[in-house]
């Protein structure tokens, strides 16, 4: 079987009209990723944290950017997400010097302060895996932590994971500093 009777091609006969199209290749490149409308990166190529947050009615933008701002986070980037009636809100923020973890608990825990005034009790819809592991192991509900904290910490983290499925943590890393980023719900 022959594909190509005759093999012999002068390559060299188009090199610069080659160059030419290579060169504008790379710059055509170069503009994505520097120019005005850069590639929209994700926290696995940018680094940071990247929240999904669901409310009960529609969320106002500008006062979650302002929330957000006071709290020292002014450069995080806030946009709806989905479909207009599930009401959810994306939320990036930026890998910080110094303080790569804990932007999950910073963004959630200054929304609450301001959205969700007056609530008591504890939100299974917030909670990580995490969270409710410490919740569980302190609560002891089911009186298994006179066999040691290791039996009552295996005994809790199946029930955890089975009540948070969705939350779990996703890492990014940005040179040798990683920031966790996580899935929330919120019924704000």
Same mark, same amino acid.
């Given at each position: 079987?022959?594909?190509?009777?005759?093999?012999?091609?002068?390559?060299?006969?188009?090199?610069?009209?080659?160059?030419?199209?290579?060169?504008?290749?790379?710059?055509?490149?170069?503009?994505?990723?520097?120019?005005?409308?850069?590639?929209?990166?994700?926290?696995?190529?940018?680094?940071?944290?990247?929240?999904?947050?669901?409310?009960?009615?529609?969320?106002?933008?500008?006062?979650?950017?302002?929330?957000?701002?006071?709290?020292?986070?002014?450069?995080?980037?806030?946009?709806?997400?989905?479909?207009?009636?599930?009401?959810?809100?994306?939320?990036?923020?930026?890998?910080?010097?110094?303080?790569?973890?804990?932007?999950?608990?910073?963004?959630? =825990? *200054?929304?609450?302060?301001?959205?969700?005034?007056?609530? /008591?009790?504890?939100?299974?819809?917030? @909670? +990580? #895996?995490?969270?409710?592991?410490?919740?569980?192991?302190?609560?002891?509900?089911?009186?298994?932590?006179?066999?040691?904290?290791?039996?009552?910490?295996?005994?809790?983290?199946?029930? =955890? *994971?089975?009540?948070?499925?969705?939350?779990?943590?996703? /890492?990014?890393?940005?040179?040798?500093? @990683? +920031? #966790?980023?996580?899935?929330?719900?919120?019924?704000?």
């Amino acid at each position: 079987m022959e594909l190509f009777r005759d093999t012999h091609f002068d390559f060299m006969k188009y090199r610069r009209f080659w160059i030419v199209v290579s060169f504008l290749l790379v710059l055509g490149g170069v503009y994505a990723v520097f120019g005005p409308h850069r590639l929209n990166l994700g926290i696995d190529f940018a680094g940071g944290t990247q929240v999904t947050l669901g409310f009960k009615q529609t969320p106002d933008l500008d006062r979650i950017r302002g929330v957000l701002k006071r709290e020292g986070m002014g450069a995080a980037e806030i946009q709806r997400f989905g479909d207009p009636k599930a009401n959810q809100v994306i939320v990036k923020t930026t890998v910080n010097k110094g303080n790569e973890e804990g932007s999950l608990e910073k963004v959630t =825990a *200054a929304l609450n302060r301001e959205l969700n005034q007056g609530q /008591t009790g504890f939100d299974l819809n917030q @909670a +990580s #895996s995490d969270t409710l592991i410490a919740f569980l192991l302190q609560a002891d509900p089911d009186k298994v932590g006179a066999q040691g904290p290791e039996a009552a910490r295996a005994h809790y983290e199946p029930m =955890a *994971a089975a009540i948070s499925p969705c939350w779990g943590s996703r /890492t990014s890393a940005r040179r040798s500093a @990683a +920031s #966790s980023a996580g899935r929330a719900s919120s019924p704000w």
